[in-house]
């Protein structure tokens, strides 16, 4: 195991990484993302979770090369019945740190850094890569473990609803009916 590793797990779970005095080559860290860093965040996605992250540091003359590693799992809100559910995670990233005048992204992978730079926050790149692995649609596996009062509520206004939309006549939809009629004379 790299010495980095085990001065990390005996400090507190900060998000940084020295820049100034990092030696020139291959450094690794490793993170363990909780709940207490989803509530920091505000209007956090993520409610809850735990996210292993593995980072690679490779410092060169001009630049840092950061190789993020993410696995874990995190609760999330089912999109079909409201409630909470696990939704495992897995994501990989290669950011690039490069020296500049000022501070700005060049692009989505590029940071641009100063030389007066001692260190590099990397929280709001671990939320950011955390937040583009979750699904689109964040439901339950299986319709059967979402909670079944609610879907049974939901399939009852549908129908009901249905049953008003097909009863309600408006001058619209008797116009479509009248040029259908012409149509298909």
Known sequence: MHPELDKMKNEVNTFTIPLEGLPFGHTDYQYVI???????KDYSEVKKGVVNLLLGVEKMETMFILTMKFEGK??????????????AIANSAEIYLKYGAEKGDEDEDVIIITKNDSEFDLSDLIYEYIILSLPI???????????????????????SEATTEEEEETPWKQMMKDLKSKIDK
């Open 137 to 159: 649609h964040r439901t339950h596996d299986d319709e059967s473990l979402c909670n079944q009062e609610v879907l049974a509520k939901l399939h009852n206004f549908s129908q």
């Open 34 to 40: 909780n709940d207490s860093f989803f509530e920091d």
């Open 74 to 87: 995190v609760v999330l809100q089912c999109d079909r019945c409201g409630d909470d559910y696990e939704q």
